[in-house]
């Protein structure tokens, strides 16, 4: 009985194991210009969906991020 149960855990991970080990990533990359996204920020601010405050970090990440690159 307790080899049944050891033999039923190692099957369970093993099972486990192997499925992961072959798992892929994959990853999508969005390119939208610089100019884009700042007329989308523009205007997300203008609609209200955000607040002055919101809109200037917004918009000083967006911009270090493009001299970064």
């Given amino acids: 009985m307790r080899s ?30 610089i100019g884009q996204q700042l007329i989308d920020l523009q205007s997300s601010f203008n609609s209200g969906a955000m607040n002055a405050d919101q809109y200037k970090k917004a918009k000083q990440d967006l911009i270090k991020r493009a001299l970064a690159n």
């Fill in 4 to 33: 049944l149960k050891r033999l039923t855990i190692c099957v369970i991970v093993t099972l486990l194991v192997c499925g992961c080990a072959g798992a892929t990533v994959k990853t999508s990359t969005s390119t939208v210009s």
